[in-house]
């Protein structure tokens, strides 16, 4: 019983810390590899021609807005499937984010 107790505590402290590590309410770094690393690598540098991926961290990519970006994420765009009905907007955010970041390594 008294274990039990232990490890539960232990694993309300560890998800408690998750967004503090993140630096934010949502993971952009844990959306993209749940649902972008597939298509676009985790590293997002993954290039598909048959289906039009580019390397996320390219000027061609980079050189967009934020808004472009988003609204790509969002909406879809081509076999890049639309995520406004499955991420919340923080998310997309965060994840456009973790796109510039990705960029900079
Ligand atoms: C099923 C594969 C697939 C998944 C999953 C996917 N993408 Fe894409 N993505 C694509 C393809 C294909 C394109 C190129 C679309 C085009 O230009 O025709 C693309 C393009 C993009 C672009 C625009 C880049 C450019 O070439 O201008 C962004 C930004 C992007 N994806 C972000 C994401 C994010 C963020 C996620 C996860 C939330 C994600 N993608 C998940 C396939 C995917």
Redesign the pocket.
Known sequence: MKRIVVLSLAALLVIGAMPALAGGAADGAA??KA??A???GADGKKVNKA????D?TSA??QK?SDAD?IK??ADG?????A?KSK?SGDEITA??AH?RALAKK
């Open positions: 959306v993209f649902k972008c597939m298509c676009h289906i039009g991926v580019r996320l061609e990519v967009q970006l790509t994420t765009k081509g076999k890049m499937p995520y991420l994840v456009v796109i």
